[in-house]
C-alpha cells in the first residue's frame, strides 16, 4: 500500500496537516514530506495551505478520488485474502431505513453475533434516499431499504413483503369493525414522514390513487414520534403493522378498516453489484433472507 496515498487522504478530509499527523501517530513534518514527495512525483501542487486550514485544488480533487478507490480496493484485498483461511469476520457496514432498522435489524444482529461474534456490524439508520446515497459513495457495504431505489451500479433483491396501515387513537370516533370512507380521511390532520422516506412515498401514492386532499398535515421525522401524536389524537398515520404492534396490543391505537389496504410493498436488500464481497456481508445476506 503506497504510504503517499494514505497520508494525503488524511489530510484532504481533515484539512490540517497537524490534525492528520495526530491521527496518523506520525511528526507533523513527516506528513509534509509525504505529501511534498507526492507533489514533487506527479509533478503539481495538490493542497491550497492557509494559516487555517488546507484545502484541495482542481488536481487535488482528482488525486483524492482515486486515492479513496485504490485504499478501498487495497483494504478489499485484504479482506478477501483473509476470508480463504478464516471465518467470517471483521467490520461490516449496514444502512437500513427506519421501520427495517428498528423493528427488524436489532434481531438480525443478535443472530448474527450469535453465529459470527468475528463480525462487528457498524449500524446507521436513515431514510430510504439516505441509505441509497451512503451505498453509492461506498460509506456502507448493505443497504436494507423499504420501497424503490434504483441505480445503475446497484443491485436490488427483495426480501420481504410488508404490510401497511391507516391507524387512528383509540378516542377517534371510528368502530373497528366497520369500513371508513376515503372522504372521511380527507377531513383528518394526517401526521407524515419526512421526504425521502419509502413510507412517506407509498403515502403520496395512496393520496394521488385516491384523490385525497387532507385539510392538515404534519410532518415528523420518526415514527415513534409519529406513533404517540397518533395515540395522543393529533391526527392520523400510514405505518407498517411491524412498527405498531405493541401499541395495538395494548389498546392505545387501532387499524382502520378502509378500501385499498393493508397496502403492500417491497423490503429489499441492496449493493454495488460490480464489486467482489467479503464473507462477512455474504453471510449477514443470507441470514436476512432466511430469518425473513
Not at 467490520?91 to 431505513?97: D, M, R
Not at 441505480?151 to 371510528?174: C, G, N
Not at 396490543?249 to 467479503?278: C, M, V, W, Y
Request: proline share 3%; glycine share 6%.
Amino acid at each position: 500500500m503506497d504510504q503517499h496515498l494514505v497520508v494525503f487522504k488524511e489530510v484532504a478530509e481533515r484539512k490540517s496537516f497537524s490534525r492528520a499527523a495526530e491521527a496518523l501517530h506520525m511528526s507533523q513534518p513527516a506528513v509534509s514530506q509525504y505529501i511534498a514527495s507526492l507533489e514533487k512525483e506527479l509533478g503539481v501542487r495538490l493542497l491550497e495551505r492557509s494559516n487555517k486550514f488546507v484545502e484541495l485544488n482542481k488536481a487535488g480533487k482528482i488525486v483524492y478520488q482515486y486515492a479513496q478507490q485504490i485504499l478501498r480496493s487495497y483494504d478489499q484485498m485484504q479482506i478477501l485474502v483473509s476470508d480463504l483461511q478464516n471465518d467470517p469476520s471483521g467490520e461490516l457496514k449496514i444502512g437500513a431505513s427506519y421501520t427495517i432498522g428498528e423493528y427488524l435489524l436489532p434481531k438480525l444482529l443478535a443472530e448474527l453475533q450469535e453465529r459470527y461474534p468475528q463480525i462487528v456490524p457498524e449500524v446507521t439508520i436513515g431514510n430510504t434516499d439516505e441509505i441509497g446515497s451512503q451505498l453509492l459513495n461506498h460509506e456502507i457495504d448493505i443497504g436494507l431499504i423499504e420501497g424503490n431505489y434504483s441505480h445503475q451500479q446497484f443491485s436490488v433483491e427483495q426480501f420481504s413483503t410488508d404490510k401497511m396501515y391507516i391507524i387512528a387513537a383509540k378516542r377517534q370516533p371510528y368502530k373497528v369493525e366497520e369500513e371508513v370512507s376515503i372522504k372521511d380521511l380527507e377531513k383528518e390532520t394526517w401526521i407524515i414522514r419526512e421526504s425521502g422516506s419509502g413510507t412517506r412515498k407509498v403515502l403520496e401514492d395512496f393520496f394521488k390513487k385516491h384523490c385525497l386532499h387532507p385539510k392538515r398535515v404534519l410532518t415528523f421525522g420518526s415514527t415513534q414520534t409519529i406513533k404517540e401524536g397518533v395515540e395522543a389524537g393529533l391526527g392520523i398515520s400510514l405505518l407498517s403493522d411491524l412498527t405498531f404492534a405493541k401499541e395495538i396490543q395494548l389498546n392505545k391505537i387501532q387499524k382502520l378498516i378502509i378500501d385499498g389496504t393493508p397496502i403492500k410493498r417491497k423490503f429489499s436488500i441492496i449493493k454495488n453489484h460490480h464489486e467482489f464481497h467479503a464473507k462477512a456481508l455474504q453471510v449477514f445476506e443470507e441470514l436476512v433472507k432466511q430469518k425473513i
